[in-house]
């Protein structure tokens, strides 16, 4: 995949053009073009963000700066940065890593429905952004518990 003529050819990119176009030629095989990036552990650069901007990407999920969306200018194009936050992040509410031992546990579903509810509704009192973040199978790898385990509240709610 040729780099596009936008990006610039300074070294500084090579790596971030390697990691661009590896995942960009993954989901080429399956015929998608992302427009969102999100790095892999939020860990961005000025040249991440150059170089997914060169590529076409539109919006990154990167950033904690700001708790409202805004635009970020870079030498190679313009990408809307929807910021994120670890607080709606479902790794922090169920990793589990027994070594070293942080004293963290995996919280049961209505501790996270409850932390949610609250951070949505702060959130929403301020006008910010909610960007909730759920990999699939990153950190709890199972679904939520089947209908018949859900309280009643939610298996009537559901019903309505």
Request: charged share 20%; proline share 12%; hydrophobic share 35%.
């Amino acid at each position: 995949m040729p780099p596009p003529p936008a990006l610039p050819t300074s070294p500084r990119l090579w790596p971030w053009v390697d990691e661009v176009e590896c995942g960009l030629a993954a989901f080429d095989g399956v015929g998608v073009k992302p427009v969102r990036y999100l790095a892999p552990m939020w860990s961005t650069s000025k040249s991440t963000m150059e170089a997914i901007a060169a590529y076409g990407i539109r919006y990154d999920s990167s950033m904690f700066d700001d708790d409202r969306p805004y635009l970020l200018d870079t030498p190679t194009g313009r990408l809307a940065e929807l910021p994120i936050h670890w607080c709606l992040d479902d790794w922090e509410q169920h990793i589990y890593v027994p070594d070293p031992d942080f004293g963290h546990i995996i919280n049961r579903p209505s501790i996270v429905a409850q932390l949610w509810t609250e951070e949505f509704d702060a959130i929403r009192d301020t006008g910010s952004l909610a960007v909730l973040t759920c990999p699939p199978s990153a950190a709890a790898g199972r679904p939520g518990p089947e209908p018949s385990r859900r309280s009643s509240t939610s298996r009537r709610a559901a019903a309505k």
